[in-house]
């Protein structure tokens, strides 16, 4: 392709291609080779997770959530599932002219509560107001700095036998996104899942040291997200269909429009691979979280059809989960 489409901004198969041949061939180094949510550089001695994201998400005001709080959240979140405790978050504003300064005033209220309730500070930051039609009312990058305590973690970790935790529903925010956008109502209201997970991720990190690998499942997916941590790999990943949580929700709206919700963006949720004897000690954790109350185990980890992401379905077959391959909802966060 020439130029750059929505597709390349999903999460899915494409990004990772650009990724792969622009910025990976232009930047080449041993710690942004990892492609980790966090770097993780030394700072005196001492190890520190660093992470930067930008939000674009429409509207700015959704059910659950809106962009100020999602830019905290998610780069906490980014933190996290690293092994780091979330200390620092640097904030950059791209406004709009003509943007209603009672609407800054509640997303900067919201980016507030959402920092203490992170426990997080906001030390740093940029404003810049660029000419009406610049930009879609609102852009926000957020960058975070944590304290790693807990380190080891990546999917070279990965055992045949160990299991797969989802902390909770997915597809949430997508469809909470979608619905407010499009102006669709279902029979069940659906609110984003936007959340800090410092706290649920603490809980499972302090009863375990068998914690393989974490990652929230934002855009692309629970299994975009998955067959991220099979590329390249001597292993295979099978997913119980019948074990996903779903809510009734957003199992409604992907029978109405066409999703399919494994594919669906969270943001307040995190997928675990751990070691199978120590997984109902960490599911007991993750429960104990109020963000992690229908928390299951959906997966295992196997040597068979590797490199691959399989569903065993409710109906007793089998599909293969590829990584998403060009756009389904764009905008999400």
Do not use: W
């Amino acid at each position: 392709m020439d130029k750059i489409t929505l597709g390349h901004g999903s999460g899915g198969r494409l990004m990772h291609q650009l990724i792969d041949s622009v910025f990976m061939k232009e930047f080449a180094n041993p710690i942004l080779g990892r492609k980790d949510d966090s770097a993780i550089v030394e700072v005196a001695g001492s190890p520190i997770a660093f992470t930067t994201d930008t939000y674009v998400v429409d509207p700015i005001f959704f059910p659950g959530g809106d962009i100020g709080s999602l830019a905290v959240y998610g780069t906490v979140n980014d933190l996290s599932v690293c092994g780091a405790r979330p200390l620092y978050i640097s904030l950059g504003l791209v406004i709009a002219e003509g943007l209603e300064r009672s609407t800054l005033g509640k997303i900067a209220s919201s980016i507030a509560k959402a920092a203490k309730a992170s426990g997080v500070k906001i030390v740093t930051g940029d404003t810049k107001v660029v000419e009406r039609g610049s930009c879609d009312k609102i852009f926000i990058n957020t960058s975070g700095i944590g304290e790693v305590y807990y380190g080891g973690l990546s999917a070279g970790r990965i055992r045949p036998g160990d299991v797969v935790i989802a902390s909770g529903p997915v597809g949430d925010h997508a469809i909470s996104v979608l619905s407010k956008r499009e102006g669709i109502a279902f029979r069940t209201t659906v609110r984003s899942d936007s959340a800090p997970l410092n706290a649920l991720i603490h809980k499972a990190l302090r009863v375990s040291k068998k914690v393989r690998v974490m990652r929230d499942p934002t855009r692309g997916g629970l299994a975009t997200t998955l067959n991220e941590f099979v590329a390249g790999a001597s292993f295979g990943i099978a997913l119980d269909e019948e074990s996903v949580p779903v809510r009734e929700g957003v199992a409604q709206a992907c029978e109405l429009l066409g999703f399919d919700p494994l594919y669906l963006a969270c943001e307040g949720r995190v997928v675990f691979v751990v070691a199978k004897e120590d997984g109902p000690k960490i599911l007991r954790a993750v429960r104990a979280d109020k963000n992690g109350r229908q928390a299951a185990v959906i997966g295992v980890v196997t040597g068979e059809h590797k490199t691959k992401v399989y569903l065993n379905t409710i109906a007793g077959g089998t599909r293969v989960l590829g990584m998403l391959a060009g756009e389904q909802l764009p905008r999400i966060c």
